[in-house]
């Protein structure tokens, strides 16, 4: 309503929650990069919060085909960040 065009990213944007397309380079970063340093930016440049980033990223990591002594590590490891 506080938008002239309803689109998937207003609505987002005015949910505060992270966009798909963030939680996918999230969880790249999770798995092949400085994880921290890149969170902390992104959640200044978006105003996300990092409950909602950790949420959608256990959801992510749930979808992606991976071993799952490294998907039990990953969840240990997002369970500990929230």
Known sequence: MASQK???EAVYFCTGNPLPKDIEQISYWLLNESFAER??????????A???IVREVTMFV?????????RVQLIN???DIE
């Open 6 to 8: 309803i689109t998937e």
């Open 62 to 70: 749930f979808k992606i085909k991976m071993p799952s002594d490294v």
């Open 77 to 79: 490891d997002l369970a």
């Open 50 to 52: 990092l409950i909602d």
């Open 39 to 48: 969170v902390s930016e992104t959640k200044t440049r978006k105003g996300l």
